[in-house]
């Protein structure tokens, strides 16, 4: 009898972690490799949806990955450290030679200390049948990642099982809705083990928008159709870069700071209605963003940006084979031997779920009104009223943790 492990990812933001093959890194090559892969992921994910708003946390998902190493072995482990780009065990050549365990401490201090307006929230459980024996080294292990847990449960009563794992969900999201999070398996008598990670993300702009400058306006949707849409506004003093792709695509990017300005969101937006977001994205990485972000000029600007909220929901084995895991989906040359060694455990289901709400106090991820006056037209303009993408980030760092993908392409 084969043993499930379903993996459920509910994501709201963040997550970090240690060694390359062999090598010791430093603190600015981890972030850059842990960028380099909530790329990768993007990629994978927005070339599956191509014609959809789509949300996804790849910080969130790596976490899961990361704590997964601690259990996984041989080829097993291999795939998760070639897919991620690093390995979680050893050290980090920081300050202070920082064991990699404590890495939350120190590689995300910047993105996940409290300031006022902003509430960054992650945590991951491994929820564990009664019958199941983990191995001590693992679960000492567990209990240290990311502000983990374990938690026994009966997967022999599905109901109970679901309700539980949906009430430590629920409680450690700080409010954010998961309503939908598919956990049916979980409730499998065949399950064994349920791993959950989740991140809350809440913040307000350190400019907010007004709401009595909030109008309908037109946004050109990825098909070339015209919408009216909420469209916010307001002018602010904000960080701004011209851009052109080695095909000569010009698009633009401005950086628009949270209270507190440890993060910010990067938006991304192509300069003419007749580049198609794509051919932008294509040219992301981890060295491009960074390119960016030390490029960008203090610059007065009109803003202009929708307000939405876009919910993604994913079931990530198709994403995660084009990233090379594939042996820990397979019940036969699964190797989680490191987690217990009762039986093959193996990972039946990855699915991700993800939510995101911009409005005009600021960013959530879980009145009469008059024509905005344009008089100011010696003011640069950035009007982002076609598809565009944007990244949740630290602020004022060349290096800065990505927390967060999105794109948009119509409402």
Known sequence: LAFMLPIFFSAFILSACCLTKGNRISYDELRELKTEFAINLYHRISEAENRTNLVVSPASVALSLELLQFGAQGNTFTELQDA???SIHGNVLL????????FLHVAYKGATDSSPGTVVELACSFFVDARVQLSPRFAARA?????GSLQQTNFT????????????????LGGGDVRGMPLESAGSPLSQVTLVSTMYFKSTW???????DTQMLPFTTAEGSTLKVPTMHHTAEVNYGQFQTAALEAFSVVELPYLGEKLGMFLVLPSHKRTSLSQIESHLSAKTITLWANSLKRTKMDIFLP?????SLFDLKTFFSALGIRDAFDPITANFKGISEQGSLYISEAIHKAEIEVTEDGTKASGATAMVLLKRSRTPIFKADRPFTFFLREANTGKGALCFSTRTLHK
């Open 84 to 86: 991620l780009g690093y």
């Open 95 to 102: 300050k202070k030679n920082t064991p990699c365990l404590d």
């Open 307 to 311: 307000r939405f909220s876009i919910q």
């Open 206 to 212: 350190q400019k907010k928008f007004s709401f009595m």
């Open 143 to 147: 209990a240290r990642w990311a502000n």
């Open 157 to 172: 009563d599905p109901n109970r099982t679901a309700a539980q794992i949906q009430e430590w969900i629920t409680g450690n």
